[in-house]
């Protein structure tokens, strides 16, 4: 297992974070990983071309909850191929 600590300081140091115009309170969290989520991880990284792992699960983050606020007001989630087949993408089973 891969060890992820995610600094939520987008990589500034404690100092440069602090000096920063607006503060907000910053925690550190710490993740367990399997190498193959550590992969995904990466190649999320490298496609979004985030600047840090940080930023690709604090995105995650602001998506899993516009998906499930959506789910919860009785929305369904749709794909459409290109051949203009449209199916219920199921997200939560």
Same mark, same amino acid.
Not at 2 to 22: C, F
Not at 27 to 39: A, E, G, H, I, N
Not at 58 to 63: I, P, V
Not at 82 to 89: C, D, K, R, S
């Given at each position: 297992?891969?060890t ?5 300081? *987008? ?11 607006t503060?907000?309170a ?13 992969d ?13 792992y940080?930023?690709?699960?604090? *995105? ?5 909850e516009?998906?499930i606020?959506?789910?919860?007001g ?20």
């Amino acid at each position: 297992m891969s060890t992820l600590t995610l600094d939520t300081t *987008n990589g500034r140091s404690t100092t440069q974070a602090s000096d920063a115009k607006t503060r907000v309170a910053k925690m550190r969290v710490q993740f367990d990983l399997t190498p193959r989520s550590m992969d995904r991880l990466n190649a999320l990284k490298l496609k979004t071309e985030a600047s840090s792992y940080a930023e690709v699960v604090k *995105n995650a983050l602001r998506l899993y909850e516009a998906l499930i606020e959506e789910a919860e007001g009785g929305k369904e989630f749709l794909v459409k191929d290109q051949a203009g087949t449209v199916t219920p993408l199921r997200l939560f089973l």
